[in-house]
């Protein structure tokens, strides 16, 4: 028997992803009420579920009413345990979320049935189809005025490349709204949009009876009638394993603020959805029933208890079982370290561990030790790959702008670049400092996070600049020449490597023509 399969085969974790305001975070509120981790809706609030003390620079994701940073969440439904990566939707932010995607099984997708697939939302899924990482889609705010279902449905296909299968179908929408019709067990969930903490009612009736009568128009039952026809006609039924290989994508229909068609996607998700998955490392493949534990650090969060300065790196439990004060190999170290404390999210609230299995989610207290990417294991050195950094899009100098808080604003920029907030360059012809980014945002949350956990102030000065790219050659000889002649265009990134930083798109264009032995790289894995 395979090690703690039992244990294993039951965790479920995945990612709720979308465009900013599509309803993931009111989404993934509902789906803890059902597990019981929370007991009333709108406990999350100002569109965030957090833990721990809310942290200082929290204050800025409230203020604008965004999540900036992916929230952890474990809880119990049935038989399974469930692990909910909750990510930020505003593109600003894609990078912390495409590395959340490393760490996950499968993935929901919330799509706004009036708005339909949106450009974050493609984003995403790009990252999905590059891992094959199986997906299931949300349709939310039927109860307000959508677009037609089958429109949605044809759109789904041509925009994020996937064949899809409705499994429950709506009934009109905003006003009109009725519910949806299960079409594999001709039942229907009732809409009651006043109540949202309960389940809906659902009522076994077929869609063509005078019963359904009683729930619909004689217009609206005509529709379903018509449109079931369609649906069995020319979408394919559910098949598990073309799902599970990330080529048919499930789609469900409901309103996630009035908690509804939200029961239809959990049950069915729970069934489905694939347990623990291998993990590919440089090395080999990590299969998660292996005894020996082995996992990896996806996510580095500083400060989340403004009382302590500490950070906490998030690790993915690739195989076998993590135990607390249990000595495990930091490989980029070559270090045994063991955690006391280890803890696990259970929507808000944060516990220490005894124990947790591949699958689950581990938060350790980091004093400086870890760097995103990092691997755990019981001892064999292993590298997991897919946790790159993109080329930023956005660039300025960063500057102290009070010479009493140097050793402040350093150790600042030092740990906000550990986890991932954006990148930093030190430029080799003039030794000045500069980040990058994928986001105005982000600018403005380094900040306001140096001056709210650091008390450092910064300046930022402009510096005009197309793209980053990391360069690499065989032709050591090559590489000195080309690093020669754009010496004042050379940095170094934080782990060293050389740095391209092209200030026009023609600029880059003639530097892959005239130097055609230099490899231009535009993600940090090559």
């Not at 008390?455 to 197309?466: D, G, H, Q, T, V």
Request: one cysteine or more.
């Amino acid at each position: 028997m395979k090690y703690n399969e039992e244990e294993i085969s039951r965790r479920r974790t995945f990612a709720v992803i979308a465009h900013p305001d599509a309803g993931k975070t009111t989404l993934t509120e509902k789906l803890l009420l059902f597990g019981g981790a929370i007991h009333v809706a709108g406990a999350v609030k100002s569109n965030k579920i957090r833990k721990t003390a809310t942290s200082d620079w929290m204050e800025i994701e409230k203020q604008r009413g965004i999540s900036v940073a992916t929230s952890v969440m474990g809880f119990d439904y049935e038989d399974y345990k469930i692990n909910i990566l909750d990510t930020p939707g505003h593109q600003d932010f894609a990078e912390d979320t495409f590395r959340t995607l490393t760490a996950v099984d499968s993935v929901i997708i919330v799509i706004d049935g009036a708005k339909g697939v949106e450009a974050q939302t493609k984003r995403l899924m790009e990252v999905c189809r590059m891992r094959k990482t199986p997906v299931i889609v949300f349709i939310n705010k039927m109860d307000r005025e959508a677009q037609d279902p089958f429109d949605l449905l044809d759109e789904i296909e041509s925009e994020l490349e996937i064949a899809t299968t409705p499994l429950t179908w709506p009934v009109d929408s905003g006003d009109r709204f009725r519910g949806v019709y299960n079409v594999f067990d001709s039942s229907m969930a009732l809409f009651s949009p006043a109540d949202k903490s309960h389940i809906s009612e659902r009522v076994s009736v077929e869609a063509s009876s005078e019963e359904a009568l009683e729930y619909m128009t004689a217009g609206q039952q005509e529709k379903l009638v018509g449109d079931l026809q369609v649906i069995s006609e020319v979408y394919p039924g559910l098949d598990e394993k073309t799902y599970l290989e990330g080529d048919l994508a499930p789609v469900f229909f409901g309103s996630a603020l009035n908690n509804f068609g939200v029961k239809e996607l959990l049950d069915t998700f729970v069934r489905i959805a694939p347990s623990p998955l291998p993990t590919k490392a440089e090395e080999r493949v990590v299969d998660p029933y292996e005894e020996p534990f082995t996992g990896f650090v996806f996510k580095i969060h500083a400060n989340m208890d403004p009382n302590h300065r500490s950070s906490i790196a998030f690790v993915k439990i690739c195989s076998g079982k993590f135990v607390r004060n249990t000595n495990y190999l930091h490989v980029r170290l070559d270090k045994n370290l063991r955690f006391s404390s280890p803890t696990a999210f259970m929507a808000q609230k944060k516990e220490v561990v005894d124990e947790a299995f591949a699958g689950d989610i581990v938060g350790l207290p980091d004093t400086g030790n870890f760097k995103i990417g990092d691997t755990l294991t019981s001892g064999e050195i292993l590298h997991f790959k897919g946790l790159p950094s993109f080329s930023p899009e956005l660039f300025k100098y960063i500057e102290n702008a009070d010479p009493q808080k140097t050793k402040q604003l350093h150790k600042g920029i030092e740990q906000l670049m550990g986890e991932g907030v954006a990148q930093l360059f030190t430029n080799t012809f003039n030794g000045r400092t500069i980040i990058g980014t994928v986001g105005q945002l982000q600018f403005e949350v380094i900040e306001y996070r140096l001056l709210h956990e650091y008390n450092a102030r910064c300046r930022w000065e402009p510096i005009s600049l197309y793209k980053a790219c990391w360069i690499a050659s065989e032709d050591e000889d090559k590489l000195a020449d080309f690093k020669r002649r754009k010496a004042q265009y050379m940095a170094l990134d934080t782990l060293g490597r050389d740095v391209y930083l092209a200030d026009s798109s023609y600029m880059l264009r003639m530097a892959q023509q005239e130097f055609p032995e230099i490899r231009f790289h535009f993600t940090s894995e090559f």
